[in-house]
């Protein structure tokens, strides 16, 4: 079955760096659009960054001009890189994928989202 496994969450001071990783593996056929969403503590999770299956971008504007998504359709990986970090980026960071994959004779199209990983930034 598909999966996706985030990497590269950690503990960094205020104005460092950090980049997530999301891996996704299963009988893949097509990933379309690719979001990392996060989530504070007693907060809703909320999308932060988001790249289409040709490479159109947005971002929230909490972090416009400091992350920056990709993705790498060989590897079926997609990228957050973080600089700039503040205390209030501190949350769990989720990946989001749009995935269709083999299912029997066929196909089928499903959300899938990664595990989670955490990032705190100390002030």
């Known amino acids: 079955q598909v999966q996706l496994v985030e990497f590269g969450g950690g503990l960094v001071q205020s104005g460092g760096s950090l980049r997530l990783s999301c891996a996704a593996s299963?009988?893949?056929?097509?990933?379309?659009?690719l979001e990392w969403y996060r989530q504070a503590p007693g907060t809703e999770r909320e999308p932060v960054a988001g790249i289409s299956r040709i490479g159109t971008t947005n971002y929230r504007d909490f972090v416009k001009g400091r992350f920056t998504i990709s993705r790498d359709d060989a590897k079926n990986t997609m990228y957050l890189q973080m600089n700039s970090l503040k205390p209030e980026d501190t949350a769990v960071y989720y990946c989001k994928a749009d995935i269709r994959y083999d299912l029997g004779l066929g196909s089928t199209r499903e959300d899938y989202w990664g595990q989670g990983t955490q990032v705190t930034v100390s002030s």
């Open positions: 299963g009988p893949i056929r097509s990933i379309y659009t």
